[in-house]
C-alpha cells in the first residue's frame, strides 16, 4: 500500500477523569493507529491530571445524528411530561418517594 | 498564545454575488437569528459560505501562531538559568503545541484538512502571528514573553471562549484554562530578577520590556477604524471586543504590573487619565506592523524555515508509522 503523502487518520478522544466517572469526549486528534492515538492523547490531553483512563475512536466509525432531524428525533418528548417524576403531585405526607 | 486581528486582509465577498435559493435565504434567516439569541454554531449545521471561510482562516491561524510561538522560547530550553525555570518552560512549551493542536483539529471540523492547513502556512500563505517574528535576545525575554504577549493573548482569547462556533470556543475555553500559568510564570521570572538579582539582570529586564512592549500592544490588531473584517466578524459573534477595547484593557492592566517589578514602561505619553478612567498612551507605529505582518519582521524567514524544515525531516517518521499501521491492520484477521 502507497503510505506516502497520506494523512494518518483522525481519532476521537474521550477520558475519564476520575474513577467511577463517564468517559466524556474532549477532542481529536490524527495518529496512525489505535495504540498511537492513546500515546498522542496522554500527551494532548492529559497533561495535568484531567484523566485517569482514555478511549479513542476512529472518527470515521462514529454514526452521528442529523442536525436537520433535530426535531424529528428529539421534539416529541417535549409533550411526553409524565416521564417525570414531578409530573405527580403527591400528599406532603409521602412526596418524598 | 496567540493571535492578534488574524483576519488582516479585506476579503473579497467570497460567493457574495452568487445567486441565493430561496431555501437558503430561509437557511439564512435561521442561521441569523440564531446568533442574535446566542445560540452555538455546531460543525455539521448549516452556515454561509463566508462564516466558514472566515472561521477556517482565522482558527488556522491561529493555530500555527500557537506552534511557531514554541520557537522563540524553544531557544532558551537548553540555558535556563536553572532546572526548575527549564522545566517550567518545557511545560509551557509543550502547552504551545497542544493548543496548536486542539486549534487544528477545531479548523478540520469545517472542512479542511491539517496538510492542507500546514501547506498554506509553509507555503507563506497563511499568516501567524507576528509577534513571533521577533527574536528572543536574553533570558529575561522569556519572562517578558510570558508577562505581556502571553498577558496579551490571553486578554484576546478569553472572549474567544464565548464565540459562536462551539468547536473553537470549547478549544479556547481549554486554552486559557492552561494559559494562565504561562503569564504567572513570566511574571515570577522577573519578579526573582528584579528583587533578588544583580543590577545587570535589572537592566536586562529592562531592556527585553523595551523591545517587546510595543509589538506587545500590535497583538491587539490594526486600530479599529483600520479592521475591515471586525464588523462582519462581531454580527457572527467570532469576535466579541473590539482591537481598541482590548488593548486599553491590558495597558490599563499592565500599568500597575510594571510599577510592581519596578519596570518603565517605553512610552513617554503613557499617563493616568482621570476623566476616561483609562492610561492614555503614545502612538503605536503601524508601519513596523504592516511590514512584520508583510514578512520583512526580524525573523520571519528564520521562522518559517524551521517549520518547514521540521516537517520535511518529520517525512520519513510519518510515513513508516502509517506503512506499519496498515500492514498491522492487514495481519489483523476479520473479526
Redesign the interface.
Known sequence: MNSEKKEWPLWEVFVRSKAGLDHKHCGSLHAPDGKMALKMARDVYTRRMEGTSIWVVRSDQIFASDPAEKGMLFDPMESKVYRHPTFYELPESVNHM | MYTQAMDLVPQPSEGGDKEISADEKQLQLQFDARIDAGEFI?A???MPENFRKTLIRQISQHAHSEIVGMLPEGNWVTRAPTLKRKAILL?KI??EG?HG??LY?AA?TLGI???QMLEALHSGRAKYSSIFNYPTLTWADMGVVGWLVDGAAIMNQVPICRCSYAPYAR?MV?ICR?ESFHQRQGFDALLTMMTKGTAGQRAMVQDAVNRWWWPSLMMFGPPDADSPNSAQSMRWGIKRISNDDLRQKFIDAAVPQSEVLGVRLPDPDLKWNEARGHYDYGPIDWKEFWQVVGGDGPCNRERLAARVSAWEDGAWV??A??????K??ELQPAS
Request: glycine fraction near 4%; hydrophobic fraction near 35%.
Open positions: 455546531e455539521k449545521d448549516w511545560a509543550q502547552d497542544g493542536l486542539y483539529a478540520e484538512s491539517r496538510d478549544a481549554r492552561e510519518r510515513q508509522a502509517m506503512a506499519y499501521a496498515e498491522h491492520a
